[in-house]
């Protein structure tokens, strides 16, 4: 079974600073990957996905994610954050089709932007 | 940008009472899930479906129930609330004939069960 970790659960960061959350998966094959922000009160919001190719994957709002198969991650990057970035990111591993592409999420992170 | 509703978005209800929390979808996908959310946390799979009259319990067990009579609709039913129920309720849906499957996700069903 797959298994999704976020190791921060909150963080901070001043606006206009770089960003880079965490996520690390357990995945017996070729992993299908997300992320997912939840702004609060909302539904999830697909940032990017990786399925194969590239491992530097571009996504909406300026993020991007780069996959390291020999690290097991998938971590989430912006150059430079905006207060409207606040919100709860999730990274979500897929079990791929033959699985049924169901999806295991992470914990999520927290994100607070400092002024 | 997905097309998936959920009505009500807020619902504060008294014990024992039944309620359904909607879900619809106009991608015509055939995938519908449900999530639960309680504050703060990760997401666990309540129910899913592969398609009209495919229901399947997912990985937190639930005792909610839904249907799938249509391909549009998946909702979501409690038959007696209880304060224990109070959660962040999320559906989802995906095209399973495309290779890079993908869900996209409703706004969610905020209740609470006094």
């Known amino acids: 079974a797959q298994s999704v970790t976020q190791p921060d659960i909150h963080i901070t960061v001043s606006e206009g600073a770089s960003l880079e959350l965490r996520c690390n998966y357990s995945y017996g094959a070729t992993p299908y990957l997300f992320w997912y922000v939840q702004s609060p009160g909302q539904g999830l919001q697909l940032l990017l996905k990786?399925?194969?190719?590239?491992?530097l994957v571009q996504g909406i709002k300026g993020f991007e994610a780069e996959f390291k198969r020999s690290q097991s991650s998938f971590n989430l990057r912006k150059p430079s954050v905006h207060w409207s970035d606040a919100a709860e990111y999730f990274c979500a591993v897929g079990a791929g089709r033959n699985a049924g592409n169901m999806l295991t999420f992470g914990g999520g992170t927290r994100l607070m932007v400092k002024p | 940008e997905a097309d998936i509703y959920q009505t009500p978005r807020y619902l504060v209800i008294g014990t024992g009472k039944k309620i359904t929390l909607e879900c619809s979808q106009t991608?015509?996908?055939?995938?519908m899930y449900w999530y639960q959310q309680d504050p703060g946390m990760e997401l666990h799979l309540i129910h899913y479906?592969?398609?009209?009259?495919?229901?399947e319990k997912g990985d937190l067990s639930s005792e909610s129930t839904v249907s799938r009579i249509r391909t549009e609709h998946f909702p979501l039913t409690l038959e007696s609330a209880r304060p224990s129920h109070t959660s962040q309720y999320l559906c989802?849906?995906?095209?399973?004939?495309?290779?890079?499957?993908?869900?996209?996700f409703g706004p969610g069903t905020r209740l609470l069960v006094l």
């Open positions: 479906s592969y398609g009209v009259n495919s229901t």
């Open positions: 991608m015509g996908h055939d995938k």
């Open positions: 990786y399925f194969s190719g590239d491992t």
């Open positions: 989802a849906s995906s095209d399973n004939r495309v290779a890079q499957e993908t869900q996209y």
